[in-house]
């Protein structure tokens, strides 16, 4: 037994080895580290290895070109401090060979190999579960960065690592988090997959529908854990070290135009001071000045060796719509404004004019403008027309100054479009009717299908369909479809997508549709709109497969029945019975 229990004792020795072997190699960031340095283009690991420096109180630095690589080696990294913790990408690094400059230099480095960002993501979260500091976990998507960027002061402050999950790993991250039990927020707008898991951990949702608001609940919860009358100013489409700070919350403003939510916010605060992050952003810090009467101060640059050096700022993926004016034109016939858009991104926007401003010898004879925010998908063609009596000015050259914002949504609009043009001046009577007959869902296509006709006998149409006010995932949202042409007569089957999952169809019990329609193709100039109640396609294939085995079913009992009678008679026979008798 003794020599029994020796051998158990050494295997076990031998097995807890081994593992001490294995978190050597595969977690070199358990090593004593001074530094961590970053090499990838991908943010994400960017703001990884920002975060978990944060939480380790260590310097941190990474790269932002191949230039400021070279000089982060000679003038920036501490030579006192020489074990380096070096995060690159596999693939999508800056400059190749980085490990080996760092070694010539003198430091020390370990290397961690990032293959996917969301993986290292999740490796540096369980290093800093292992730490005993971190109290909760900030989950947002990662498909654009700024709401990385938003919660980022806010986590630091409150020790809370912030996760990357979608329905690509959705899977992983559950299962980290109920290993690592801590409070969870679900931070703006997540995969539905994972706020369906994490529903598990009862977590608190962030999300008011855009960004500038959800930006508006942290800041809030940063400034209740710590009361400060102070914020920094950014838009969250870059990385930069002090945007990691938990002395100050972040404060989203805008690139081109200032949401009017946030200045709602800085009126009914206590903030007195803000500090804006990069020249682009001061115009719109001086019109919050001017509105709010806080203090702005203009962060342009960093002391280094004495000398007053660029920040290091890491561009995050953008929100970059594309919205543009082909034309601005006036209808003599319906005496009517015709401002005609076109979305030539690859994103959709929400638009609204702040201004159409109609000028002649330089001075304006009519302005107009939008109420509220309209949608656009990718391709969309449209008018939107403004009643306007211009016929006395007709033989004047006419000048068009406009002033359109754009955004994600209709709080959002923070982008600034400006046009200037000669106004066109067209005669066209458009007599164009346009009928929608039917809207069914496609579970499995994930589409309404739309029908509409057009009743006029002599022209075509054309038309453009949207679903408004859809509910999606407990948010409201707008789908559109493609503009199609429609013969005199005819009916065409238009298909929009939506994502809209079975625990949806309870918060959509009618679906508006709203159609724009017109004789020309850059004329949408007529709407219609409609309720339909939600009715589902039914899968034709599924009914005749289920009908053809039910067919099965009922002519096999039948077969059988009708065998089975006749079993029943011979076994009651009288020769029968006398044969049983006698055995």
């Not at 801590?182 to 994490?198: H, N, T």
């Not at 950014?234 to 009017?260: M, Q, R, Y």
């Amino acid at each position: 037994m003794q020599i029994h229990g020796g051998v158990c004792l050494k295997m076990r020795y031998t097995k807890i080895f081994v593992m001490f072997i294995l978190l050597i190699f595969l977690l070199p960031t358990v090593l004593a580290i001074d530094q961590v340095v970053i090499n990838s283009k991908d943010w994400r690991d960017v703001y990884t290895g920002m975060m978990y420096a944060k939480y380790m109180d260590l310097d941190v630095h990474y790269v932002a070109e191949e230039t400021h690589g070279l000089m982060l080696i000679t003038s920036v990294l501490n030579k006192n401090n020489p074990d380096v913790l070096l995060i690159e990408n596999s693939k999508n690094f800056f400059i190749a060979g980085y490990e080996s400059n760092l070694k010539s230099a003198g430091f020390n480095v370990e290397k961690y190999a990032s293959q996917d960002p969301k993986d290292t993501n999740l490796e540096f979260a369980k290093i800093a579960v292992d730490s005993g500091n971190l109290k909760s976990f900030i989950i947002v998507d990662s498909a654009l960065g700024y709401n990385a960027m938003s919660v980022a002061s806010y986590s630091v402050l409150t020790y809370s690592f912030v996760i990357f999950a979608d329905n690509t790993n959705i899977d992983e991250v559950y299962d980290f988090i109920q290993d690592n039990q801590r409070p969870v927020i679900l931070y703006g707008k997540v995969d539905r997959e994972v706020k369906s898991r994490l529903n598990d951990f009862n977590p608190r949702v962030i999300d008011e529908g855009d960004k500038y608001s959800n930006n508006i609940e942290i800041v809030k919860l940063f400034i209740k854990e710590s009361p400060v009358r102070q914020v920094i100013f950014t838009h969250g489409e870059v990385i930069e070290p002090g945007l990691f700070s938990d002395d100050f919350p972040v404060l989203f403003i805008g690139v081109s135009n200032v949401p009017d939510q946030v200045i709602d916010y800085i009126h009914t605060s206590d903030i007195t001071t803000g500090v804006v992050v990069g020249y682009e952003l001061f115009d719109n810090a001086k019109r919050i000045r001017e509105e709010t009467g806080i203090k702005v101060y203009l962060k342009f640059g960093q002391g280094r060796n004495s000398e007053m050096q660029a920040l290091d700022i890491f561009e995050l993926p953008k929100y970059l719509p594309n919205i543009q004016i082909k034309t601005v034109r006036y209808n003599t016939v319906t005496q009517q404004l015709e401002v005609v858009y076109e979305n030539k991104g690859d994103f959709f926007a929400y638009v609204q004019a702040l201004s159409h401003d109609l000028q002649v010898n330089n001075e304006t004879i009519q302005v107009v403008g939008d109420e509220e925010a309209f949608f656009m998908s990718r391709g969309d063609v449209l008018a939107m027309t403004y009643d306007i009596d211009l016929l006395d000015y007709l033989d004047e050259t006419i000048l068009v100054k406009s002033k359109v914002t754009l955004g994600e949504s209709p709080k959002s609009m923070t982008k600034l479009l400006s046009w200037n043009g000669i106004l066109e001046v067209v005669s066209v009577e458009d007599n164009s009717v346009a009928n929608m007959e039917s809207l069914v869902f496609n579970p499995k296509k994930q589409v309404f299908e739309l029908v509409i006709i057009n009743p006029g006998i002599e022209k075509a149409i054309y038309v453009d369909p949207e679903i408004v006010d859809l509910v999606v995932a407990g948010s409201t949202n707008f789908y559109g479809g493609s503009q199609q042409r429609i013969a005199p007569g005819a009916k065409m089957k238009f298909e929009i997508p939506a994502p809209m999952e079975p625990e949806d169809y309870s918060d959509n019990p009618g679906i508006n549709v709203r159609v724009r329609y017109g004789s020309r193709a850059d004329g949408l100039v007529k709407s219609l709109t409609q309720e339909f109640e939600l009715v589902l396609k039914t899968d034709y294939a599924v009914v005749v497969a289920v009908s053809v085995v039910v067919l099965v079913i009922i002519l096999l009992f039948l077969i059988w029945r009708k065998k089975r009678p006749t079993r029943h008679r011979r076994a009651r026979h009288p020769a029968h019975r006398s044969r049983q008798r006698y055995r």
